[in-house]
């Protein structure tokens, strides 16, 4: 078991930054990739970024390349979403997600534990 705790969202204007925290607790965090996937209201959940487990491969979903970046502090049990740039299509709810078996999937359904989620609004 893994239990997932977001932090650092918040309401934030139009081109402005946030830095999304994800702390594990549980089984040993290094062995997961972690991803970072949002869910705007009325629409489906989606991929943002991913991690593998020892940091040196991360990917990007296409609308946040340049923007976004995503690291992880294995000692800390931790990873980060820094969000530089924002928009008002960032507005969601961020959740960060465990995959025990993968190297960072864009898959939903490829994660095997999740967060509760943060709330990030971007105003224009």
């Known amino acids: 078991q893994v239990q997932l705790v977001e932090s650092g969202g918040g309401l934030v204007q139009a081109g402005g930054s946030l830095r999304l925290s994800c702390a594990a607790s549980g089984r040993t965090f290094s062995i997961y990739a972690m991803g970072w996937f949002r869910q705007a209201l009325g629409k489906e959940r989606e991929f943002v970024a991913a991690?593998?487990?020892?940091?040196?491969?991360?990917f990007l979903e296409d609308s946040v390349k340049g923007r976004f970046t995503i690291s992880r502090d294995n000692a800390k049990n931790t990873v980060y979403l820094q969000m530089n740039s924002l928009k008002p299509e960032d507005t969601a709810v961020y959740y960060c997600a465990a995959d025990f078996s993968g190297t960072g999937s864009r898959i939903v359904g490829a994660y095997d534990y999740w967060g509760q989620g943060t709330q990030v609004t971007v105003s224009s």
């Open positions: 991690i593998s487990q020892s940091g040196r491969r991360t």
